[in-house]
């Protein structure tokens, strides 16, 4: 599913040919994602573990903030629902 974001969408069809983050940053602000991508497609909250996330979704790639509002996880699923980590924080408030 295409993000409504032309900004993301660029940066995530050169993350697939490069495997390169570039300017995303884990501990990143959601000012900071916001400034590269513009407003998410959708924001969600956390999962049972860890309820106070927010979860900021643009196409089929999900940005996990922590409590303090630092990105820890980007994660998706391919259209067989096979899980992805594209990038983890091993410390997650």
């Known amino acids: 599913m295409p993000s409504s974001?032309?900004?993301?969408?660029?940066?995530?069809?050169?993350?697939?040919?490069?495997?390169?983050?570039?300017?995303?940053?884990?501990?990143?602000s959601r000012d900071g994602i916001r400034s590269l991508f513009g407003e998410p497609d959708s924001v969600g909250s956390g999962f049972r573990r860890q309820p106070?996330?927010?979860?900021w979704l643009f196409g089929a790639v999900e940005f996990h903030f922590d409590t303090d509002g630092r990105l820890f996880?980007?994660?998706?699923?391919?259209?067989?629902?096979?899980?992805?980590?594209?990038?983890?924080?091993?410390?997650?408030?």
Do not use: N, P
């Open 5 to 28: 974001s032309t900004a993301f969408e660029t940066r995530w069809s050169e993350y697939q040919r490069t495997s390169s983050l570039g300017a995303v940053q884990l501990g990143a």
């Open 52 to 55: 106070k996330t927010r979860i």
């Open 73 to 93: 996880l980007i994660y998706t699923e391919d259209e067989h629902g096979k899980e992805r980590v594209i990038a983890k924080s091993d410390a997650a408030s």
